[in-house]
């Protein structure tokens, strides 16, 4: 029995996450105020300092122009912030630089996004939309009750404390696609629970709500925005709100969305559903953040539909509406051209929404970091106010004067011991957490300081630089590029398996299904060639952006390359910059993610003498798994596509081992 | 409709194997007898006549000594033999040198075996035990009874006519796990009908019988060989059988082996049981093949079994009794040292058993070309009486005085339209009969001209050669070579999944079965090391070698490395003679099978402008699933012995793609 616990206390089941240090020394905290927030600083420091022995370390609150919102500002021997919870962040902060052996001089942080917000996709039932990592840790099966236990309440404080250690500092505890039954009393009761173990960790709680829960849950006839009784409805569901959680955030909403109810079902429009709820909320300081992620059935160009639908609305929000943006035009691909609304909206609050979970990038089998993916996006240049108009500074109230500002990550989080399925994946939960801090970061620097911080020792050695961090951070950076190519490359989109999405489907496109639900929409490959012409010729969604991209975008001889076939139909036989054909370039790219893979397996199994034997094992597993996986990926797609281009796979590729019936048949919607 | 028939006329489905030859200009083919089999031989040269126009060819039976048995004499314009059959087997060898461009000059073509039969593993059911090429083209299901269409007797006389044309001169009409049923007079009635489609091309037919035959359908209540009614009984049924075909040409039989009954079971030996039936054909002229393939359960070592059974019975056997042994001593591995019996037994017939169907080597997935590993049978030095005691020599009577000499081939033969599942499974039917006619011949004449025969035109053009000839015979003859790799280097055996012996299944040794049943019994691995140790210091199989070999074997230092681990338990980090450990070239030598298999398929795929749509597809399916095979045993044997190593996979070598129990659980009996 002894034994059993030895072992188990040993095992590294990852539950830690970037958050391992342990005190080397006494250290003396001076705090003049007292509180819960402030408390956890003390705590934190006193249990994770690695610096000097006996060091001394003040807690100041003081009031500094130079430091906004919930900054803070770092010296050797003290945390200065305006706020409990800056002074919060500037402890954790302290503790990473010990920790990584960063310097640390007299220097201002300040956070880029007022609001950093994960979006749990958790249903009432415990099951997790797109979740890959288990069930979710705010609700059980709902036919139980919703029963609050110590259990609970142990792990959403190990939650709040890992979040806030990243600076996220917002929550909604379900799923965009929302129940009306989250607006009872009785989750609402749930949902207050977790407000008070999150709110010393600086987390605000926000709710997704469905649109119709005035008639669903309310009793009443209708739930038309303009309606008197509906308004009234609202408002007194939110002053029950505010009297159970009194720094409730505000509400997430999916209306007239993929099947969602939404004021459009009344004749009005997102404008008046989103101000409606807004005008509710201004009492209280809570915020709505409205997504734009909608799109028709029969549509010549899903990707052009939310500018359509939003623009004309641009000025109408109120200044508590924030419209939620996904980083692309479709849905969260493996790379995707930034979204044309970002800057285009130019009076009105825009937030972007990244996903942290992986529901196109592997799910929580493959690694792939997402920061190269996202730095790709909040980089991006818009050009809506000249250069330097980046989707980070359009978003982040750098350029538009924003009355808030936002970011949102879909959470990559579940009951699963090491929260995310994959150890890697941690990564992306806190890298998702850093750029919403510091939307100017790279991603290298993220790699860095989470491999030092989960894999590494305090006092790294030189052998464990160059034999660890330097291959492992390599294999990071390059992993989301690796993906891209065996999965879409040269702008190919959605032609995954229907879904599940996770293996290719882009032959999948059964008689009375949506034609924008099914991969041939998007690739539209003929005898031709293949790309989804998004020029004048095509659905000139090209024009949604602004010049000079407009343009470029349009020519196919400037376009970049990696968003080819997202915004051209190409002739197989084309002449790509390099000298090849289109076709054959393809098959490099798929071969190319195949053999990245290949050399990611490598790299780890030489790492093994620096990871415990349990994440090694793990992630090892994995990588086999994802190896496997981008054969199916070349295969599937090189014969599928080759049906269309007739031309041979360049012979100095590795041939397909699978046949393309035996995929179609074996692979379309299930992992090996 | 037309259209229809036209299209399928043109699809090539393999069916008419290397006889694809039509005439080119009319021939004048003049012979002084008429006969079956000579009027098969003038049709034969009429209709694929290659040669010069309107030319005058003679078929002349005369009495010369310089020809042996059917053997022929070949000219330009005469065919010149001691027997009909000579003539016939003439005119293919004529026609086949047109064909393929070789010269014709005055020379005598003797064949080295008296019989060279085909053993069919065919049930009365249909089935086919190790059959992969569909049901049996002798036997239906034998609850409809034995009626014989006129569908069947095209068939055989196809069967009989590809069987003639490269020598083959009997077949052995069922399973040598033989059913009491096929020595009924229904079965035997269509044993007559299917010999009398066999006789013009001089094939001869033989069964396969169960030694308890007279108790179960005899009514007796013995098989005891020496028991006077069981000796009537047989002599009866052998003259019943004579009275129906009166060429029959013997039994084989499968005694005391893998639960078949046999003269151990009353107290007698295999002497006394086959020397029961060899008198009962003596006044007709009929054999007993029996064979040496016994091994029981428990045994120290199944490799040493077969010597020690029947060394001692040397000298005991009838004259027309031939003991048919298998090439290697366990059972057709991929790799097997020769049988020690062959040359040990000097006075008795000795004849090899090799196995064209590829039970051991990828059923008709694989493409693995056989020849090579027939050669290096037969060429392989027994040392019996000094150099050049070949295994081939010692059995074809140039050694030893036999009255009668054999070769037998398990045949692969099925209902299939290209009659052996695999199109390049044709070429070991091939290679069978023309190393059973000419066991001197290499592995590459008999590729060269298969693939001339098979997918070549009458004159084939220097691209041709090169293109397509030159890198597909590369192929072949590296082909076994390769799965050696892919599945058994190194001297492993045995390491089949149970029952399919298709995939790997090291691991594979339920409680209960017998452990020479199960892979661990073969490969002994532990921590030390692995292989089976055959030397003094183990089970001494190698004193059943002849010297210099047993010296040799025994010394891990001279053995040869190909059979290391046959004779061998070896350290995991011994070192090789290129310097590397044993663990290492364990991983390199799966490795290596795997790539040379992905070269095979980029050397099909560009052969495609040279081979008809249908086989090209069919092939190239199939190399993909043998390429996809290779991961499997790679990674199986690799993950499975690396538990025992704990050495790590050289780095320099692709790493896994499946993990060992996801292989266990999914492939150790199916295919993928």
Redesign the interface.
């Known amino acids: 029995m002894l034994l059993l616990v030895a072992f188990n206390s040993h095992a590294e089941d990852g539950h830690n996450l970037w958050l391992r240090a342990k005190s080397t020394g006494p250290v003396s905290v001076v705090c003049a105020k007292t509180s819960p927030t402030l408390a956890i600083a003390k705590e934190e420091l006193e249990q994770g300092w690695q610096g000097k022995k006996d060091a001394k370390i003040a807690l100041t609150i003081t009031k500094d122009k130079a430091i906004k919102g919930d900054g803070f500002k770092l010296s050797e021997n003290e945390v200065q912030a305006n706020t409990e919870l800056g002074i919060l962040y500037g402890a954790y902060e302290l503790l990473r630089r010990q920790q990584t052996g960063q310097a640390i001089s007299s220097e201002i942080s300040n956070p880029s996004y007022e609001r950093r917000v994960l979006n749990h996709w958790d249903n009432l039932d415990g099951s997790i939309e797109r979740g890959y990592a288990g069930q979710s840790i705010f609700w059980h099966d709902e036919a139980k009750g919703f029963a609050v236990t110590e259990k609970d309440r142990t792990l959403w404080k190990e939650y709040a404390r890992a979040n806030a250690s990243i600076g996220i500092n917002g929550a909604v505890l379900n799923n965009v696609n929302a129940s009306q039954l989250m607006l009872t009393t009785e989750c609402l009761q749930k949902a207050k629970a977790i407000a008070e173990v999150l709110r010393p960790y600086g987390i605000k709680t926000y709710l997704s709500i469905k649109f119709s829960s005035p008639q669903l849950i309310g009793g009443l006839k209708t739930s038309d925005p303009l309606n008197p009784e509906v308004i009234q409805w609202w408002n007194n569901k939110i002053k029950e709100i505010y009297a159970l959680i009194p720094d409730f955030g505000g509400f997430l909403v999916k209306a007239n969305s993929e099947g969602q109810p939404g004021p459009q079902d009344f004749g009005r429009t997102h404008a008046d559903g989103a101000n409606m709820l807004a005008d509710a909320f201004k009492p209280y300081g809570g915020i709505v953040m409205w997504r734009a992620f909608v799109y028709e059935a029969n549509s010549k160009d899903r990707a052009a539909q939310a500018y359509k639908e939003f623009m004309p609305l641009d000025g109408q929000f109120r200044d508590n509406v924030i419209i939620q943006v996904k980083n692309g035009p479709i849905d969260f691909q493996p790379r995707e051209p930034f979204n044309p609304l970002f800057g285009a909206m130019k009076k009105t609050s825009v937030m972007p929404e990244l996903q942290i979970t992986q529901e196109y990038l592997g799910h929580s089998i493959h690694l792939v970091f997402l920061a190269p993916m996202w730095e790709e996006c909040l980089k991006s240049e818009t050009y809506q106010e000249g250069t330097g108009s980046t989707v980070a500074r359009v978003t982040d109230g750098s350029i538009f004067p924003q009355k808030h500002t936002a970011i949102a990550g879909v959470a990559n989080i579940g009951l699963d011991a090491n929260w995310c399925g994959h150890d890697f994946a941690q990564a992306n939960w806190f890298a998702f957490g850093k750029l919403a801090w510091n939307d100017q970061l790279t991603s290298e620097k993220i790699a860095d300081e989470w491999l030092k911080l989960t894999f590494g020792k305090t006092q790294a050695s030189i052998e464990w630089n160059v034999c660890f961090l330097s291959p492992v951070k390599q294999m990071m950076l390059e992993s989301h590029e690796a993906a891209v190519n065996y999965m879409m490359p040269l702008g190919f989109h959605h032609i995954f398996a229907p879904q599940d999405h996770y293996g290719p489907g882009p032959w999948w496109g059964p008689e009375g299904v949506r034609k924008d639900w099914t991969p041939p929409y998007y690739h539209q490959a003929d005898s031709k060639g293949v790309g989804f012409d998004r020029t004048q010729t095509g659905s000139n969604a090209v024009s949604q952006y602004h010049e000079p991209l407009s343009s470029q975008f349009s020519d196919v001889t400037t376009c970049p390359e990696v968003y080819l076939l997202w915004f051209h139909h190409v002739p197989w036989t084309y002449k790509l910059k390099n000298g090849r054909t289109l076709w054959d370039e393809i098959c490099y790219r798929y071969d190319m993610g195949q053999k990245q893979v290949?050399q990611f397996?490598?790299v780890w199994?030489?790492v093994?003498p620096y990871v415990d034997a349990d994440r090694f094992a793990a992630v090892q597993?994995r990588?086999?798994?994802q190896?496997?996986n981008t054969?199916i990926w070349k295969d599937g797609c090189l014969l599928y596509f080759q049906q269309f281009s007739k031309m041979?796979?360049p012979?100095d590729i590795?041939?397909?081992?699978?046949?393309l019936d035996y995929i179609i048949k074996n692979f379309t919607k299930d992992r090996p």
Not at 654 to 659: E, F, L, M, N
């Open positions: 290949r397996q490598k199994d030489q093994e597993r990588l086999r798994n190896s496997g054969q041979p796979i012979y590795a041939r397909p081992v699978y046949d």
